[in-house]
């Protein structure tokens, strides 16, 4: 396995050629960071006033390192979509099976309606299954993975922590470089009682027909400590090749 | 002209091994587009004459793919800064309008288009102007029908062939589509597009557009098969 700068260098020269050929191609950064408020945040609106008093300014942790964990499911949806196949059945998922396996282990078919799902990535203020995802589990990761390994439930009681909203894409244009970038972001908090060690983050995807599916899961070098009454945020940003002018 | 980058066909190959050896260590999707085109005789033999990948993905694909990653859209214009697509009628359109559909396989969904529609799958032309990543629909399109200058257009959905590949890995689908010429006349095919319909033909959009490097003159009686590969390369 590439340690992280090899796996930044074999980036680089992997966007080069495809800005050479003029393929599609995007690579992902994960970013963690962790701060520990005066006063714990509430609601959305404490935790905008806190970001924007400049608490993550200077984070008492800061974890940045690219992703490297687009699982099957994220592929077979490329499939389907770029490619223009149907799935192939809902009996097998592994190779040569275009479907995907949700979080219940439930075989899917086709998707639907991804016209709608704009907002995919942004569960709501409660954990309802899908957006960003953290855990404490470290087994390495899988293009199989379909699940995160332990995942942290909602919640103030022991091992729990508060999932806050997935906040809106930030999708922005650099005319410069023709790049374009997403962050995708979601906070979280610690109310319980102890220290509790995110090792995992993933990127779940809704569809319709209650379809949550693993797209992306990484394990983190080190656990990250977040300890009680400590505020964590998970940036997952991806940047394009540049656009052919 | 696109891909100046691209020294030959060899030069071409070498690279594309090179991305597909990375992709897979790095878990970076790719999708490879490939274009081949035969022209075929009275006798129904076959005859390659191109045969290469294509050098002409447009701003369509690329906004769907990196869309695809993050399911965000931006802007209301097609254009640098935002991610809106381009309708072949010249519209714009939102990305998250290249949608997943029931069955993309059938006909006049997804790249597939039934006998004589020329809406949507694959069309061909006699433009001859260079590729563009701001192309989004055929430059001069031959009609369909038997007058002149016309090709009689066959029906895709049965002309697919799609699989895994495990000493890849890949996943393919291929794509085609004869146009016959009986016309009367000769024509010379010079362009091909790759159309992408979503839910129904108000959301259809161009994927590929190639010009061939040397016109493909087919006489009155001949046809031409355009086949579209697209091949996700897996871990």
Redo the contacts between chains.
Sequence with gaps: MLDDLQYEKAVEEYMEIAAILEVPAARGFLGVDVVQPHRMPETEQDIDNLVHAGIFDHPKIHYLAPCRSWTRNAYNLFTYTLCGVNATGIGTFGDGHINTQDQYDIIRGNPNACEYVEDVYNAYGVDYGYGIRIGTGSTGESFEDTKMDARIQHGDGAGQMRYFADRDGILSWNGGTRKWTCKLQRYFTNHSEGSISVAEIGLCEWFDKGMNVIVARDVLGAPIAVAEHELIRVNFTQESVAFPS | M??T??RSIEH?NR??D??RE??R?????????LLRVSKIDRDGKRELVIDR?C?S?T?N??N???Y???????GSTYA????RCKHRNGSSL?V??????????AGNF???SGPGVLGHGIVIGTGTTAES?DDYVIETVIAHGVGGGQMEYADMVAAQN???V?GG?Y???E?ERVMSNNSGGSITVNESVLY?C??NSNYVFCVLRDKFGAGVAVADGESIAVNYE???T??
């Design positions: 696109r891909h980058g691209v071409e690279l594309y090179r991305l990375l992709s260590q790095l878990k970076i999707p790719l999708i490879e587009p990948h050098r993905y701003r694909m690329y769907v793919y990196f695809q990653l993050n399911l965000k859209e931006l640098d800064g935002s991610n939102d998250g309008n290249f949608a997943y559909k029931n069955n993309v396989e997804g790249y597939i990543f799609e699989g895994w495990g890995p996943y393919f689908h794509m992408w979503g839910l697209l091949r996700q897996y871990p």
